[in-house]
């Protein structure tokens, strides 16, 4: 049974950093793209940060290029996404997700076949 497990969430003032973790088992997810997507009360989820296991390829969201990175820890099966430099605008519901085989660094929430339960970040004004 594959499970994606958040956390690392919480609340932090502007300006602060967060590291979330995202767990992966139940599979090997050395072939798939794993990403991240947000989504902010009253608003469609959208996609933050996306990476090619294998290689390490990374895409990014134009709002949180320059101040999030994703990376992995194949030892540990593990995503991470390091904030800095939190906005309020980055208030959100974090989801970590994981395709069931290699896309190419996809956008679409569609496109994902996984998904973790989220993990709420709030940053303060």
């Known amino acids: 049974q594959v499970q994606l497990v958040e956390s690392g969430g919480g609340l932090v003032q502007t300006g602060g950093s967060l590291r979330l973790s995202c767990v992966a088992s139940?599979?090997?997810?050395?072939?798939?793209?794993m990403g991240w997507f947000r989504q902010a009360p009253g608003k469609e989820r959208e996609f933050v940060a996306a990476?090619?296991?294998?290689?390490?390829?990374?895409d990014y969201a134009d709002s949180v290029k320059g101040r999030f990175a994703i990376s992995r820890d194949n030892a540990k099966n593990t995503v991470y996404l390091k904030m800095n430099s939190l906005k309020p605008e980055d208030t959100a519901l974090y989801y970590c997700?994981?395709?069931?085989?290699?896309?190419?660094?996809?956008?679409?929430?569609?496109?994902?076949?996984?998904w973790g339960p989220g993990t709420q970040v709030t940053v303060s004004s």
């Open positions: 139940g599979r090997t997810f050395r072939s798939a793209t």
């Open positions: 990476m090619w296991w294998s290689t390490g390829t990374t």
């Open positions: 997700a994981a395709t069931a085989t290699f896309r190419v660094l996809p956008r679409s929430r569609g496109e994902y076949d996984f």
